[in-house]
């Protein structure tokens, strides 16, 4: 796995072993003006990165 294939799988496998097993280890945090963080983790492998979120809609509650 890569991270292109992870991006192409909508982020469901781990970027390194592929496994299904990950989370976020934390909140996400606002990075910039219409950008998120995500901090993930991967139980399986232990692997660690960062997901990065667009503004890409918004609507009412
Ligand atoms: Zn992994």
């Known amino acids: ?5 992870y991006l192409e799988s909508n ?3 781990c970027p390194k072993c592929g ?3 990950i989370k976020a280890s934390a ?3 606002k990075m910039k003006a219409g950008k998120m963080q995500v ?3 991967c139980g399986t ?4 990165w960062r997901d ?3 503004l890409s809609k ?3 509650l």
């Open 52 to 54: 990065i979120y667009a």
């Open 1 to 5: 796995m890569t991270f292109k294939s």
């Open 45 to 48: 492998c232990g692997a660690r």
């Open 58 to 60: 918004a609507e009412e």
């Open 27 to 29: 909140s996400p945090e």
């Open 19 to 21: 496994s299904t097993a």
């Open 39 to 41: 901090s993930m983790f």
């Open 11 to 13: 982020g469901e496998n």
